[in-house]
């Protein structure tokens, strides 16, 4: 399995990002994917996560109605679309699955949100 992020950067408070993840290595359109972050100091936290056939997402409540996950599956992307930016979401951004009983993790992007 291999995950890798891009897409991530220095952007001002009110702008936007829009994330990329490359997957290989195992039959993504059948895996639900997820959008982790972590910040200095803090615990990673789980963003938010799309299902295998992409219909339906789930976020955390402080990223709800700014953020939006989507997927190419024949592509084997995931995107993590991010708009109006805070300097609270400055962190390393990371794409998940979770497939033969444990995490797979890339290796993360960084977002920096300053003005």
């Known amino acids: 399995v291999q995950l890798v992020e891009s897409g991530g950067g220095l952007v001002q408070p009110g702008g936007s990002l829009t994330l990329s993840c490359a997957a290989s290595g195992f039959d993504f359109s059948r895996y639900n994917m997820k959008w982790y972050r972590q910040a200095p100091g803090k615990e990673r936290e789980m963003v938010g996560f799309?299902?295998?056939?992409?219909?339906?997402?789930d976020y955390l409540e402080f990223v709800k109605g700014r953020f939006n996950i989507s997927r190419d599956n024949g592509r084997n992307m995931v995107f993590l679309q991010m708009n109006d930016l805070k300097p609270e979401d400055t962190a390393v951004y990371y794409c998940?699955?979770?497939?033969?009983?444990?995490?797979?993790w890339g290796q993360g992007t960084q977002v920096t949100v300053s003005s």
């Open positions: 998940s699955v979770w497939a033969w009983f444990q995490d797979y």
């Open positions: 799309i299902f295998s056939s992409g219909s339906s997402q």
